[in-house]
């Protein structure tokens, strides 16, 4: 049980008919106070001289009359010691007296005064958190980039800056880039996910507005009392207004798409931010959502001849053409390749677009079909001990690797054109690819 001894009184007093203590019951706040000395002694000798007419008329009306009364006195001790008390009075019947009840008005005080300034200390709290969140909706809305706060859960804006309101239509409780493609959606998510794996991800670029407008987006993952958020920074990409994008209605990125030559965007980092199906081709990856957050010098690295020195030169000279380097793909091949490139802005670039021309060089090529037979027979002997399911399916992949050499081998490597030819999606031929590798 909860020790409630401090909801007790400091006094009970027990009085006869004439004011005369009978009893005193006292609290261990008081039990030093020698308060037998009050036994047989009038009740308002024990009371401060100064004791108000008011306070005097009340006893007598619970001692004549048991009227109950409520009034406030300072109380003098026997130790010399005047504590201000609120005393309660009740009669037991005019014959038998009356009980007076004290609590000290110090503990009452005592309570208003703590809570005085737990209230002041609050407000202060008040006034610091209104002045924290001036500053951070100042900041918040002076930053030149979109930034805005997504559920996690629902992918719904929770708040957003004047430029995510005003350029990409992120109000509260709005969908997040609801008006995405099916291509860059995926993109999007592949994102996410990994921010939720790992608390932030590499930035992507998107077309995050009906003209088709490029944005890159970085997103990086914090907690809330609401629940998990995504804090999304959004930037435009330099120089890329409606007509960039889009004439007579027809989208740049389609013939980008289908360009027979690699063609890929970076950051000033040298981080993938796009990249057509020609570049995928080229580094030997199923989709560009792999290829997109990984650095260029992981595909470009030849010494004295990598990616970091075509930014650089880009960054001095303004562009480059034909310079002169090597792609390694993720299978091993090597090709021979001639860069043209060029940065988004002349004076400072901030992304650069290089345009990867297959130069006709190949070496140690591991996209050049594995084991490619002249004949879809197997050797009779390799059918020793093999059951009829193990032959069938050996004679099969033989005919498969085949149809694959062909294809390849008739559209000069091109995996996009080969996979169409073949019936295939680009993604299962890279996959028969790596399994043939492996044997």
């Known amino acids: 049980m909860p020790d409630r001894s401090d909801t007790r009184p400091e006094l009970t007093l027990t009085l006869d008919k004439d004011g005369v203590i009978q009893n005193v019951v006292r609290a261990k706040s008081l039990a030093k106070e020698p308060l037998d000395a009050w036994l047989g002694r009038r009740w308002g000798e024990m009371m401060e001289p100064a004791i108000d007419d008011g306070a005097l008329q009340k006893i007598e009306d619970v001692r004549l009359r048991g009227d109950s009364s409520c009034f406030q006195v300072r109380q003098r001790f026997p130790s010399g010691r005047e504590l201000a008390m609120e005393y309660t009075t009740f009669s037991l019947g005019k014959k038998a007296g009356f009980v007076a009840i004290g609590r000290s008005l110090e503990a009452i005080s005592e309570l208003q005064s703590r809570l005085q300034l737990a209230q002041e200390a609050r407000e202060r709290d008040y006034w610091k958190m209104r002045e924290i969140e001036t500053r951070y909706r100042t900041l918040f ?39 995405l493609d099916e291509r860059d959606r995926r993109v999007l998510d592949e994102m996410l996910a990994k921010t939720r794996e790992e608390g932030r991800a590499p930035g992507v670029v998107l077309r995050a507005t009906p003209f088709g407008q490029l944005w890159s987006l970085r ?23 409606p007509a960039a994008d889009k004439a007579d209605g027809f989208s740049m990125r389609t013939f980008v798409d ?19 199906d020609a570049f995928l081709d080229l580094v030997q990856i199923g989709s560009e959502a792999a290829a ?16 970091n020195l075509v930014i650089a030169l880009v960054q001095k000279h303004g562009d480059v053409r034909r310079f002169q380097t090597a792609i390694d793909g993720e299978l091993g091949q090597s090709t021979g390749v001639e860069i ?21 060089h190949r070496r140690a090529t591991a996209e050049a079909p594995p084991r490619a037979v002249d004949n879809a027979s197997v050797a009779v002997d390799d059918f020793d001990n093999r059951t009829l399911e193990q032959i069938v399916k050996m004679t099969t992949e033989t005919i498969e690797r085949k ?17 169409r030819h073949l019936g295939l999606s680009r993604q299962s031929l890279h996959a028969k690819l790596k399994k043939y590798k492996r044997e």
């Open 292 to 307: 997109i957050g990984r650095k260029l010098t992981r595909w470009l690295s030849n010494p004295g001849a990598d990616a």
């Open 403 to 419: 149809a694959i050499a062909r294809a390849l081998e008739r559209f000069r490597g091109n995996r996009t054109v080969a996979a």
């Open 219 to 241: 997103a990086s993952l914090m907690n809330a009392e609401s629940g998990a958020l995504y804090l999304c920074q959004l930037a435009p990409m330099r120089d890329q207004g």
């Open 141 to 179: 809305d002076a930053t030149s980039e979109a930034v805005a706060l997504v559920g996690v859960s629902d992918l719904r804006v929770v708040e957003a800056n004047l430029c995510a309101t005003k350029n990409l239509d992120l109000a509260p409780g709005a969908p997040f880039l609801a008006r």
């Open 258 to 276: 289908r360009m027979p030559d690699a063609f890929v965007v970076v950051d000033r980092d040298g981080v993938v931010q796009a990249a057509n």
């Open 340 to 360: 043209s490139a060029i940065g988004d802005d002349a004076s400072q670039p901030s992304y650069f677009g290089l345009l990867i021309r297959d130069s006709g």
